[in-house]
């Protein structure tokens, strides 16, 4: 048993039957009354997200997860393929149980993933990733007198504001936890 004030982001826990992981956590206290824990949660299996809250001493089954590093193969329609790449063992993992993380997965990268016995839970993503910029706008000259952004799309088909200064094909670096451009890598 785990107390629910030693949640954080990441931790793998069990209530009620479900297998959660801990997306973001609130310690909210208020006047006299006793503190509330607010945690926002995905269901594993389900890939829901949801809010659960707790009152200040109680406790989740923690779950002892095993996380091992494995190189990323390639997704078919509802499943990715990885490798253990010291056994070549393969693995799949279910698309809806890596929803936000699959558009982040590149072949040939080595990626940590969370199991639970034999089943895998997550996929655990660098903070920060290098992709390709595919199409973006040209920049205006005059415009950069202040922070000005543009979409773009990148290798990996998703869209985030850059800099005026970047250009199709340059290597920029993505912050993996919001999707937000970081730097020019």
């Known amino acids: 048993m785990i107390g629910v004030t030693e949640l954080r982001s990441g931790t793998i826990f069990e209530d009620q039957g479900n297998i ?54 390639y997704k078919d329609g509802e499943k990715a393929y990885f490798m253990n790449p010291s056994t070549f063992e393969q693995v799949e993992v279910l698309l809806k149980i890596i929803s936000y993380e699959s558009p982040y997965l590149k072949e040939g990268e080595i990626f940590s993933v969370s199991f639970l016995g034999d089943e895998p839970l ?9 992709f390709v910029v595919e199409e973006t706008a040209p920049g205006v000259k005059g415009n950069s007198a202040t922070n000005v952004f543009k979409d773009a799309v990148l290798e990996n088909g ?28």
């Open 20 to 73: 959660y992981q801990v997306l973001s956590y609130e310690h909210i206290k208020m006047g006299r009354g006793s503190a509330n824990i607010k945690v926002k949660v995905k269901n594993i299996r389900s890939g829901s997200t949801t809010d659960k809250s707790f009152i200040n001493g109680a406790k989740v089954n923690e779950l002892q997860v095993i996380k091992k590093d494995l190189q990323y193969l």
């Open 122 to 130: 997550s996929v655990n993503l660098p903070p920060k990733m290098d």
């Open 158 to 185: 998703l869209s985030t504001k850059v800099p005026l200064f970047v250009k199709t094909g340059d290597k920029i670096r993505v912050d993996t936890r919001t999707g937000a451009y970081s730097e020019k890598a």
